[in-house]
C-alpha cells in the first residue's frame, strides 16, 4: 500500500532506525537525513539493506547546524517525524550552545515543512524529561506537566544528562509554540525509556541503562529505582498512529509499564537465570532519583493498543544484543 513519502530526522539514530523499518513495511515512501560529519555516515547497510529500501528509501545529507540543510529532504513530503535531536551526555559543549542547535534546528525544519506546501502533519519525537523534572510531588502525571528547567539543574547538577532534559523541554515548547502560531499541525510524542529490538549497530543507551542487570553494571542500578519502559516497536506504532490519527493534536506520553527495581528483579532472574541478577535483598540500599509515575491516558483514548511488556522488551533486546556480539 502506497502511503505517500513522508520524512524522518536522524535516521541513523536507535529510534530512527527502528521508525524507518516500521515505515516502510507500512508501505510509506521515505526520506531521512543524516549528517554528513556523523561516524554512523560510513555504514549505513542497516538502512540501506531494510525490505523496500531500495525502492522507497532516500537519504539526504543534513545537520541542525544548518537549519536549511533539512529542505530538499522535506519537499514533497506529507509528513515529517523529526526524531534528531544532539545528545551530549559527555558535556563536550555547553548547555546554551546545544539549547540553540536544537531549538535553531526545530525551527527551521517546521520553517521548512510550511515551505513545502505539501506536509500535512509534523510528529516531534519528545522525551519523558520534558514531564518529570518537577517539584509539584504528583503521583501521576499528565501532558499538562512541565519539567521545571532550574529544577532540573537543582535535582541532576551537573551532568550531561541535565543539558539533555533541558534541551529537550525548551525545544518541544518552541516547536508547539511555532506550529500553534504559524497554524502548523505538529503532534509531540512523550516516550519513556525505549527499551526493546534495534537494528542499529551500536549498543543504544536507554537500552544499555534498562540492561544494567543483566551487564552486572553494580553503579547503575540507582537509574533503576522506578522505571517507565515503553517497547522500541510500540513507541513506533504510535508516532505512525498519530500521524495518521485525524484529531490528533499536542503532547501524547507513550508509556507502556512502569516498574520498581525489586519487581524488575524477580521479572529477570525468573526469566533469565543465567544472567547474574541480583537478589531483591541487596537491592534494599538502592537509591536514586524517584519521580511520579506518568499516564498514557490520552493516547489510549485515541484507540491505540500497547502490544509489548516488559518480558518481550527484555526479550528482544537481549536477543539483539546476542546477535551484534554486546552479550
Request: charged share 25%.
Amino acid at each position: 500500500m502506497e502511503k505517500g513519502r513522508v520524512c524522518v530526522t536522524g535516521g541513523t539514530g536507535f529510534f530512527a532506525s527502528w521508525l524507518i523499518k516500521r515505515l516502510l513495511e507500512d508501505g510509506y515512501y521515505v526520506n531521512t537525513t543524516i549528517r554528513t560529519s556523523s561516524e554512523r555516515r560510513k555504514n549505513i547497510n542497516y538502512l540501506t539493506d531494510l525490505p523496500g529500501a531500495s525502492e522507497r528509501l532516500r537519504i539526504f545529507d543534513a545537520d541542525l547546524e544548518k537549519p536549511d540543510s533539512f529542505d530538499a529532504a522535506i519537499e514533497g513530503c506529507v509528513g515529517v517525524f523529526h526524531v534528531a535531536h544532539p545528545i551530549d551526555f559527555e558535556r563536550n559543549e555547553t548547555e546554551e550552545t546545544k539549547t540553540k542547535k536544537a531549538v535553531s534546528g526545530t525551527i527551521g525544519i517546521l520553517q521548512a515543512c510550511l515551505n513545502s506546501k505539501s506536509v500535512k502533519r509534523v510528529v516531534y519525537t519528545s522525551s519523558a524529561s520534558t514531564v518529570t523534572f518537577n517539584d509539584k510531588d504528583l503521583d501521576i502525571m499528565d501532558e499538562s506537566i512541565w519539567s521545571g528547567i532550574d529544577y532540573i539543574r537543582r535535582i541532576i547538577g551537573d551532568h550531561g544528562m541535565a543539558i539533555y532534559a533541558i534541551t529537550k523541554t525548551l525545544t518541544e515548547r518552541a516547536a508547539l509554540e511555532f506550529a500553534e502560531k504559524h497554524d502548523l499541525e505538529l503532534v509531540s510524542v512523550i516516550p519513556t525509556w525505549i527499551h526493546g529490538p534495534f537494528i542499529c549497530p551500536f549498543l543504544p543507551g536507554s537500552v544499555r541503562s534498562s540492561m544494567v542487570m543483566i551487564f552486572g553494571q553494580q553503579d547503575e542500578y540507582k537509574h533503576l529505582v522506578k522505571t517507565p519502559f515503553v517497547h522500541t516497536d510500540d513507541l513506533a506504532r504510535a508516532h505512525i498512529f498519530l500521524f495518521e490519527y485525524p484529531n490528533a493534536k499536542g503532547r501524547y506520553i507513550c508509556s507502556a509499564v512502569e516498574i520498581t527495581i525489586d519487581k524488575l528483579a524477580e521479572c529477570l532472574s525468573a526469566r533469565y537465570p543465567e544472567y547474574p541478577i541480583p537478589t531483591v535483598d541487596s537491592l534494599k540500599d538502592i537509591t536514586g532519583f524517584k519521580c511520579g509515575g506518568v499516564s498514557s491516558k490520552k493516547l489510549l483514548d485515541t484507540g491505540f493498543e500497547y502490544k509489548y511488556g516488559i518480558e518481550e522488551m527484555f526479550d528482544a533486546a537481549i536477543q539483539c544484543c546476542k546477535e551484534k556480539g554486546f552479550l
